[in-house]
């Protein structure tokens, strides 16, 4: 696909409303809003570290074409180095480039606005590592142990905080930032802590204990915080996810998970243990704290490789399961929110995530 025909079938489409005359009342016009409807979705490709080999996919909902490299056909430059994670945040795109140690910061079209870097006192660069956002801030973990938030208007980062070694993802909740710290290159002694950051400043709250080395991070409309940790992946402690409780605080241990997405209070995760033969898809209500199925895979359907990443398509509800086996390109699966096979397309090397665009 040309990249101006790429441009203009994505995002020619924005919201609007329109007005109409009442035949009952010629004075009361009757708005009609647009609904919202999925326009495309974007892979981010993590690539292999050390070869500059990050790439951005794109596919069309409508035409099921998918464009492969789209940062490099509209920049006319690589992306980078180990792209780690994606956000999209009001018009902007964030990218974080832990092999480059950079964020890419990009309009919806994938065109680069700033390219963002932040250096240690020593002059040498943070890693950028996971993004989240609320209240008009983006806040980002560095890998070599820091949280900073950055201004979505200058694009410059401003605050950075000391949170321990090798923070992974983060959410908001309860006017707070909830960050795994793994301490992962520590292995086998890694962290056991959830630093919790007041949202506004930054400040430490307190740490919480969890299993040994957390990793994922996410929190429901309620305000409880949900947190993956890899153990020592399998050896003694599993893949473990656990629920912080929002008001006092206590973790409780809610089954055994290595992936996970929620959309409207529901938890989509994977099983799957490196040296166990079969691996669970496992739907959880968050808000009722219950489970809803293990397997919402319905059709049968098995990957070729093994599940890489998992993300949810906020106004289908379709389910998005990223497949790699780390050495060639990855395929994303689509499954309806029923679990059945929708569509499968190849995307980069090591697929991390599906992030979505809408007509809104």
């Known amino acids: 696909m040309k ?15 329109l007005p109409f005359t009442s035949c009952e009342n010629d004075d009361e016009p009757v708005v009609v809003e647009i609904p919202e409807v999925t326009e495309g979705v974007y892979v981010l ?6 070869s500059n080999n990050a790439t951005l996919s794109y596919y ?4 099921k074409t998918v464009v492969s490299d789209v940062f ?12 780690q994670d994606m956000l999209i945040y009001g018009s902007k795109m964030y990218v974080a480039m832990y092999g480059s140690k950079q964020i890419e910061v990009m309009d919806k079209q994938g065109k680069s606005l700033k390219t963002l870097t932040s250096k240690n006192a020593d002059n040498s660069l943070h890693q950028p590592r996971c993004f989240t956002s609320a209240n008009g801030k983006v806040y980002v973990s560095f890998f070599d142990g820091y949280v900073g938030v950055i ?5 410059e980062i401003g605050t950075i905080v000391p949170v321990g070694l090798n923070p992974e993802q983060l959410t908001v909740a309860n006017n707070k930032v909830y960050v795994a710290v793994s301490e992962g290159l520590n292995y086998p002694n890694t962290g056991t802590k959830v630093a919790v950051l007041n949202a506004s400043t930054l400040a430490e709250v307190t740490k919480i204990d969890v299993v040994k080395n957390p990793i994922n991070v996410l929190s429901d409309s309620q305000g409880d915080v949900y947190v993956i940790s890899m153990g020592d ?3 003694t402690a599993n893949n473990t996810l656990q629920r912080i409780d929002k008001q006092t605080q ?16 529901t938890i989509y995760a994977i099983y799957s243990q490196w040296n166990q033969p079969t691996v669970s898809y496992i739907k959880y209500d968050a808000k009722n704290e219950k489970l809803i199925s293990n397997n919402f895979i319905t059709d049968g359907t098995k990957l070729t490789n093994g599940p890489a990443c998992i993300k949810v398509d906020p106004v289908t509800g379709n389910i998005y399961i990223g497949d790699s086996d780390y050495q060639t390109n990855g395929d994303m699966y689509i499954f309806s929110r029923e679990g059945k096979l929708i569509n499968k397309f190849e995307v980069g090397l090591n697929p991390v995530g599906a992030f979505f665009i809408s007509n809104k």
């Open 60 to 63: 069309d909902v409508t035409s």
């Open 250 to 265: 206590a973790v409780t241990t809610v089954m055994d998970a290595t992936i996970m997405t929620i959309c409207n209070d």
């Open 151 to 155: 201004d979505t208007t200058s694009l």
């Open 72 to 83: 490099s056909s509209v920049n006319g430059r690589k992306l980078g180095d180990t792209a």
């Open 45 to 50: 490709n993590n690539g292999k570290y050390g």
């Open 3 to 17: 990249k101006n025909e790429f441009l203009l079938g994505v995002f020619l489409s924005t919201a609007f409303i």
């Open 233 to 235: 992946y399998g050896t």
